[in-house]
């Protein structure tokens, strides 16, 4: 995608009746807020940055998620697309490929109070934004400054968006919001009204803030030096993750309501060492918060021809081929595993009559060997404390 700096920098597709960030142009204060709130997650969303053929993908010209075009009136018109906020996804502007116009000064979707038409001409902002509120303009705000005359200094940045950014004193729920453009207007004086005293066009200020979060890419965690993915070094438990750094530096996740994703690594039977994607999620909840981690994939499998041991982080697909040993082939779970894992398990030996065997509960009965023959199946779930046959064939 285009760099998000881009529009700031130069204003590019604004038109000369723009301002970006070059040296000799203005700042303004959401130059600076917005950067606080993508750092926050708050700002758009672009379908452009997933799609390599797009003709708009390296563009923030008009057509583009936020774009703000003016006409005489006090119109302005705000290109659609989606954003997040507070953690939301909302379709603004009528989302991609749609518009979304108000009328400064007339139009009802502002914040605070319209000011009063100036007694000498003057110029006066107006901070164009994102809220979480759907009506009455498809999650588009405004609010307008004071008018100051020149000769009474520069007019000042309308603020009340940063704490009461919704209408009607903030009594929505979602308080974020984005800044989309700071629009420069003059006013006149005698006018009838706000909106009758603007100028019929404005300076721009692009303040859009793009985030990007998909893909996520993840940074190989282990407790060794890069690349190293010994089995001892591998992060797989939120305890791990907060014995990242030891004592007194450990951290809180095991335990906290907090869930994480993170990836590391293990090393299969024939000593191959391979990613592993773990998820670390919060339960007990309601009582004394507990951490459980699980895999998150790919599915894990092995060929077995003797007794195994296995962990929650290897294999949970077993073929088992107890003819090429001497003897029935026990599968043993070691270690805490989540409630939950499956594991499935089939004997794949076409000669002979040893057994796959796996200790597990058949209905309410107490934990007994189960024996799984030549050319069969059986799948087993764990429930936070015991093993359970779910289905044999």
């Known amino acids: 995608m285009t760099n998000p700096k881009a529009g700031h920098t130069s204003a590019t597709g604004y038109g000369t009746n723009s301002q970006g960030l070059r040296d000799g142009d203005g700042l303004t204060s959401p130059s600076l807020t917005n950067l606080y709130e993508g750092l926050?997650?708050?700002?758009?969303?672009?379908l452009g940055d997933g799609a390599a053929g797009d003709s708009l993908r390296n563009s923030i010209i008009s057509g583009t998620p936020g774009f703000v075009t003016i006409s005489s009136g006090g119109v302005v018109t705000v290109n659609g697309g989606y954003c997040v906020l507070d953690g939301i996804l909302y379709k603004f502007a009528?989302?991609?490929?749609?518009?979304?116009?108000?009328?400064?000064?007339?139009?009802t979707n502002f914040a605070g109070d319209l000011p009063s038409v100036p007694?000498?001409?003057?110029?006066?902002?107006?901070?164009?934004?994102l809220v979480g509120r759907t009506t009455p303009e498809a999650n588009i705000m405004y609010e307008i400054g004071t008018p100051v005359t020149a000769s009474a200094g520069t007019p000042l940045i309308p603020n009340r968006f940063l704490s009461d950014p919704s209408i009607t004193a903030?009594?929505?729920?979602?308080h974020h919001s984005s800044v989309l453009a700071v629009l420069r207007y003059t006013v006149s004086s005698g006018a009838a009204n706000i909106n009758a005293a603007l100028s019929t066009t404005a300076t721009?200020?692009?303040?859009?803030?793009?985030?990007?979060?998909s893909p996520l890419?993840?940074?190989?965690m282990t407790d060794g030096s890069i690349g190293d993915v010994t089995t001892s070094n591998a992060v797989k438990s939120a305890g791990d993750m907060d014995a990242f750094f030891a004592s007194p530096e450990n951290g809180d996740l095991a335990g906290s309501p907090f869930g994480a994703i993170w990836q590391s690594h293990r090393e299969d039977r024939s000593s191959g060492k391979h990613g592993v994607i773990y998820a670390a999620i919060p339960k007990n909840l309601h009582a004394t918060a507990a951490t459980e981690t699980v895999v998150l994939g790919p599915n894990r499998i092995?060929?077995?021809t003797a007794n195994t041991t296995f962990t929650f982080d290897q294999e949970n697909i077993f073929l088992v081929n107890p003819n090429g040993g001497s003897a029935h082939a026990t599968l043993t779970a070691s270690g805490d595993f989540p409630s939950g894992h499956v594991i499935e398990v089939r004997n794949i030996s076409t000669a002979g009559s040893f057994n796959t065997v796996f200790n597990a509960k058949t209905d309410n009965a107490a934990a007994a060997n189960i024996n799984i023959a030549n050319g069969k199946y059986a799948r087993f779930a764990y429930d936070g404390t015991d093993w359970h046959l779910l289905f044999k064939s």
């Open 217 to 220: 890419y993840l940074t190989p």
């Open 204 to 213: 721009v200020f692009d303040r859009r803030t793009f985030i990007r979060n």
């Open 302 to 304: 092995s060929i077995l």
């Open 94 to 107: 009528n989302g991609p490929s749609g518009t979304e116009a108000f009328t400064v000064g007339t139009s």
């Open 170 to 174: 903030n009594t929505d729920s979602n």
């Open 40 to 46: 926050h997650g708050n700002g758009i969303l672009r």
């Open 119 to 129: 007694s000498s001409s003057g110029e006066v902002f107006v901070v164009v934004y």
